[in-house]
T-cell receptor, first 115, second 112 residues
Framework: DQQVKQNSPSLSVQEGRISILNCDYT??????FLWYKKYPAEGPTFLIS?????DKNEDGRFTVFLNKSAKHLSLHIVPSQPGDSAVYFC??????????????FGKGTLLTVNP | NAGVTQTPKFRILKIGQSMTLQCAQD?????MYWYRQDPGMGLKLIYY???????DKGEVPNGYNVSRSTTEDFPLRLELAAPSQTSVYFC???????????FGSGTRLTVV
């Protein structure tokens, strides 16, 4: 049973346009969400996170939106650049109540930004 | 600062052989993790550790063992390798989720 779902295996956008990557989750206990970016032959790198007490977090070109009622989050990249081409993983965890430092990952979405 | 170092980067094993995947971090992180990534799949947690001497099973622990004798090292042992263990293995560490995990660059393992 997949608790974190990224239903789009791939996404292709033009340079300069907006990229929107989506993620859905089923476990209502999740209260902290993260996005990771992964290039081929490298480990994932942390990109941005959001706590369930917020509905938006922004860091430069990257913004994450959280809709708790829909159990949905999205990552917006504006403007998209060719160097953003990578696999993006959505991840979630349960932070409240103590020491659960485990992340559950989605399957990833391959973003291709065309020049 | 090296971060998280995994060795080897690549390995081919024959069915039934054993090996240890090494993971070391120099950030004094308490929490360490082993994940595997199969093609088209997300990362699945094999084992994790919340500190030296403490380990626990993740989602897919069968066929693996771990130990955590020091804060820095978290080796993953494969006993009796099987083709189903062909995967890319990532080690990660963290002290706080606010900054996310720091991942190693991975070990690509093929069992033939």
């Amino acid at each position: 049973d997949q608790q974190v779902k990224q239903n789009s295996p791939s996404l292709s956008v033009q340079e300069g346009r907006i990229s929107i990557l989506n993620c859905d989750y089923t476990n209502s206990m999740f209260d902290y969400f993260l996005w990771y970016k992964k290039y081929p032959a490298e480990g994932p790198t942390f990109l941005i996170s959001i706590s369930s007490i917020k509905d938006k977090n922004e860091d430069g070109r990257f913004t994450v939106f959280l809709n708790k009622s829909a159990k949905h989050l999205s990552l917006h990249i504006v403007p998209s650049q060719p160097g953003d081409s990578a696999v993006y993983f959505c991840a979630a965890s349960v932070q409240s109540g103590g020491s659960n430092y485990k992340l559950t990952f989605g399957k990833g979405t391959l973003l291709t930004v065309n020049p | 600062n090296a971060g998280v170092t995994q060795t080897p980067k690549f390995r081919i094993l024959k069915i039934g052989q054993s090996m240890t995947l090494q993971c070391a971090q120099d950030m004094n992180h308490n929490y360490m993790y082993w994940y595997r990534q199969d093609p088209g799949m997300g990362l699945k947690l094999i084992y994790y550790s919340v500190g030296a001497g403490i380990t626990d099973k993740g989602e897919v622990p069968n066929g693996y063992n771990v130990s955590r004798s020091t804060t820095e090292d978290f080796p993953l042992r494969l006993e009796l390798a099987a083709p189903s263990q062909t995967s890319v293995y990532f080690c990660a560490s963290t002290q706080s989720f606010l900054g996310g995990y720091t991942f190693g660059s991975g070990t690509r393992l093929t069992v033939v």
